[in-house]
């Protein structure tokens, strides 16, 4: 007991690709800022490792550390996949399941133990850009770094499709110059406050608020449950079919009819 991983060995995450993937899925930058952090403090940003440890109550999986512990197992599974399908995922559909829970929680960071004891603080500075309250580094050509892949991955939800690599080159000048001059902006390729500013409020326009990426894809989570799931769960996860709606996409989408328990990581 205790962290395994039965799906492969250990594959870690960048801060600066915890952030932005979180910032892709619809957090604000300070949020995906701590989510980072966070993922850090829970996992080292491993994607691949479970804590199975029933003692605490966990059965946690990958970067972010989701429970699929005992009750939360039927919910989770059909909103993020089995275990397995949440690794294979990777990073996008982890990030997708961070967020989710976060939202359910009331946009808060309160089903993780982690922020309520404080421990992520440490490692805010991982993100380069200081705490949740600071405001992003001004970043221009040249410029390398979180704050930079952050930078392309919002200019990309505006359909710039840069490549996501942390450097400020050409093309990320380009049409840094593009969206400044598109936003009334003075048009000098420098990204300071004004322009951050006005990227963030065009990314929460052009995403209409705060939203996931769906659910991962491939088939539909098979009956499948960690050891020491009740038999009732185990039931009703096998009965999921019938008491949700249709399929879509590969997942079950509408899952009304089931009890859903308080958030929890």
């Known amino acids: 007991m205790g962290d395994e991983w039965p799906y492969g060995p250990p594959k870690y995450a960048s801060f600066a690709d915890c952030r932005a993937y979180l910032a892709t899925q619809g957090m604000d930058a300070a949020s995906a800022l701590i989510g980072a952090a966070i993922a850090t403090a829970e996992s080292s940003r491993d994607l691949t490792v479970i804590n199975d440890t029933p003692a605490t ?16 197992y039927t919910s989770r599974a059909a909103a ?23 939202v359910d929680a009331g946009a808060s960071f309160t089903p993780w133990s982690t922020y309520n ?30 704050a930079v892949t952050l930078l392309q991955t919002d200019l990309n939800v505006l359909g710039y499709g840069l490549a996501v690599d942390g450097v400020f080159g050409p093309d990320t000048y380009a049409a840094v ?13 420098i990204v300071g406050p004004e322009t951050w500013a006005a990227l963030e409020a065009a990314v929460q326009a052009a995403q209409g608020g705060p939203q996931g990426g769906g659910a991962p894809s491939g088939p539909a989570p098979p009956v499948q449950a960690p050891a020491g799931v009740d038999s009732g769960v185990l039931s009703a996860w096998s009965n999921l079919t019938e008491q949700a709606g249709p399929v879509t996409n590969g997942y079950l989408q509408d899952i009304n009819t089931l009890t859903h328990s308080s958030p929890a990581r």
């Open 117 to 146: 004891s404080g421990a992520y603080k440490q490692y805010l500075s991982g993100g380069g850009g200081g705490t949740g309250s600071t405001p992003e580094p001004e970043v221009e050509e040249g410029s390398t770094g979180a």
């Open 177 to 189: 110059i593009k969206f400044q001059k598109s936003q009334g902006l003075t048009q000098d390729g």
């Open 57 to 72: 109550g966990d059965y946690s999986v990958g970067a972010w550390q989701i429970n699929y512990y005992g009750s939360l």
């Open 80 to 102: 993020f996949g089995t275990p397995k399908q949440l690794i294979d995922g990777g990073i996008s559909a982890q990030s997708y399941a961070c967020y989710t829970v976060w």
